[in-house]
């Protein structure tokens, strides 16, 4: 395999999305496909599909095409999934609860352990068969729990500091659902995710849509 350092972000975000189509597959007992049917499912050029995998190390054989679940499950590795990742969530309002709650955890390798706040109203509180903690015993936790991944669901203006104090006790991957950008040192791997990024998008699209028509 070669080098994950030198595949492309471009080409690592689609990774999920291989995934989860070849998930599908799995689950219709579709035991091999072509790159040329793949694509058509996907709407990415079979090139496109043969040149991601190839970062990889190619998986697929010449007039045979792709064994879905051998694919499926090396994708899997690539992202770590087989490992599985111990996660926490800072910030249980609506959108952290969601997230606790969601079923796709557990099945893509994601292991929650903790979920944290500072409303008064929410700690001691459950959610996912979880107790809500005091935020304020962030750094206890860390120290006897070994995380590897952050989520922040929390304001803008607590973003950083909290992001912080995670970094320090030795997580190294943080997914931000504020609207900060963090500035932390290089070696932690951090996702935005802004929810409204996709809508405005979608709200330029269909005035295309209305202006073409």
């Known amino acids: 395999m070669n080098d994950v350092k030198?595949?492309?972000?471009?080409?690592?975000k689609r990774l999920p999305r291989y995934y989860r189509y070849l998930g599908d597959l799995l689950n219709q007992d579709i035991k091999r496909i072509s790159s040329g049917a793949l694509?058509?499912?996907m709407h990415v050029t079979a090139s496109q599909i043969r040149q991601d995998f190839n970062y990889f190390g190619g998986f697929g054989q010449q007039g045979y095409g792709y064994n879905v679940e051998f694919l499926y499950n090396e994708i899997g590795k690539i992202?770590?999934?087989d490992e599985g990742d111990s996660t926490?969530?800072?910030?249980a309002g609506n959108l952290g609860r969601a997230l606790a709650c969601h079923s796709g955890f557990e099945r893509r390798g994601f292991r929650l352990v903790g979920i944290f706040d500072s409303n008064p109203d929410v700690i001691g509180t459950e959610i996912a068969g979880l107790q809500v903690l005091d935020i304020c015993y962030l750094?206890?936790?860390?120290?006897?729990i070994k995380v590897d991944i952050g989520i922040l669901t929390v304001?803008?203006?607590a973003v950083q500091k909290i992001a912080e104090r995670i970094v320090k006790c030795g997580v190294k991957g943080l997914l931000n659902f504020s609207y900060a950008e963090l500035n932390l040192s290089q070696d932690v791997a951090v996702e935005n995710v802004h929810i409204s990024d996709p809508m405005m998008t979608l709200s330029y699209r269909i005035r295309r849509i209305g202006n073409e028509q």
Not at 6 to 12: A, E, F, G, L, S
Not at 88 to 91: L, T
Not at 139 to 144: A, G
Request: glycine share 8%; no cysteine.
């Open 6 to 12: 030198k595949v492309p972000d471009v080409v690592i």
């Open 155 to 157: 304001p803008k203006a």
């Open 39 to 41: 694509s058509l499912r």
């Open 88 to 91: 926490i969530i800072v910030g």
């Open 139 to 144: 750094e206890d936790f860390l120290s006897k």
């Open 79 to 81: 992202l770590g999934l």
